[in-house]
């Protein structure tokens, strides 16, 4: 639990961050391509300056792709516009339109959905609107020439395993523990047409690329129907249920892309940065020693000139 002071900190902290991010709209425009790379990401009005740091500094390094968005529901019509100017004319999609048959509605699961459609015909990269790009990504540019997924690791220790490694792991894990862990435990209980041996990863939606083609949507409702079977409904619509199944599809299509966690990077509140290529502020440590500001003001400058 914060303390009354360190809450009172951390809102300076994000207010100051938000002030600093408006200048984002003093940087060049981003002239987008459509290569058959898409950049995807749900956002709302409360992140629009954050967002277009995350975006425009990824394409500046990447030099591929054009935009998607998927609209929360509170954009406005002032917002779209800066969008249009900023990125090209992205394609902006709405939230209340996307069809989550078997899957939960809410926690991210109609960002997915919508991914696993752009990926039919493009290579998708989902982003999250807390990154920022400081270095070369050498790593995505080669993933997307080979057609290989990746993904942004949850922490430095993550590996790929089967799914029974996980189960083994967590036996005896109790009901009201977080619905990540109650269907890691179960994963080897679950068919949903997946490709076998089935294999998982912890990794985070944050940052991860889709190639084009592979498992589809048809997956994420099967899964989802053995997943309320198993947990019940309530359960698996809890918040993280999304990135468990963004987890599971990456892990199961070809030669999954681990990008290395020095260069990619989850912020859990480390005194400093180092030599990071993508930098992930969640929310936990998002404001902390203030790094973020301190890195979105350096993506600023680079896109600056």
């Not at 900190?9 to 207010?15: F, H, M």
């Not at 919508?114 to 039919?120: A, V």
């Amino acid at each position: 639990m914060e303390s009354l002071a360190q809450r009172v900190i951390r809102k300076l902290r994000e207010r100051r961050f938000a002030a600093a991010a408006r200048a984002i709209v003093a940087t060049p425009p981003v002239v987008a391509a459509d290569d058959g790379v898409v950049i995807f990401s749900m956002i709302g009005t409360r992140v629009l300056h954050p967002y277009l740091i995350a975006a425009k500094s990824l394409h500046a390094r990447l030099r591929r792709g054009r935009f998607v968005i998927l609209d929360d529901g509170t954009l406005t019509g002032a917002d779209k516009a800066v969008l249009a100017e900023h990125l090209d004319g992205p394609e902006i999609r709405s939230l209340c339109d996307v069809d989550t048959g078997d899957c939960p509605r809410g926690g991210c699961w109609e960002r997915l959905l919508t991914l696993l459609e752009l990926r039919r015909k493009s290579y998708v990269i989902q982003l999250d609107s807390d990154t920022v790009t400081l270095g070369a990504v050498a790593e995505v540019a080669q993933a997307i020439a080979a057609g290989r997924n990746f993904t942004l690791m949850g922490d430095a220790s993550v590996a790929l395993r089967p799914v029974e490694a996980f189960a083994a792991d967590l036996a005896g894990i109790p009901e009201g523990a977080h619905v990540q862990g109650r269907i890691e435990a179960v994963l080897h209980r679950i068919d949903a047409g997946l490709p076998t041996p089935r294999r998982y990863v912890r990794g985070c939606a944050g940052f991860a690329g889709f190639a084009p083609g592979g498992l589809g949507r048809e997956v994420a409702d099967a899964f989802s129907r053995e997943a309320m079977a198993l947990l019940g409904a309530a359960k698996w619509a809890e918040w993280g249920s999304e990135q468990v199944m963004s987890n599971v599809i990456v892990a199961n299509e070809g030669d999954l892309l681990l990008l290395p966690y020095e260069r990619y990077m989850n912020y859990w509140n480390e005194p400093a940065l180092g030599g990071v290529s993508l930098a992930h502020f969640l929310g936990t440590c998002r404001y902390h020693r203030g790094l973020y500001l301190r890195a979105a003001r350096e993506a600023m400058a680079a896109l600056a000139g």
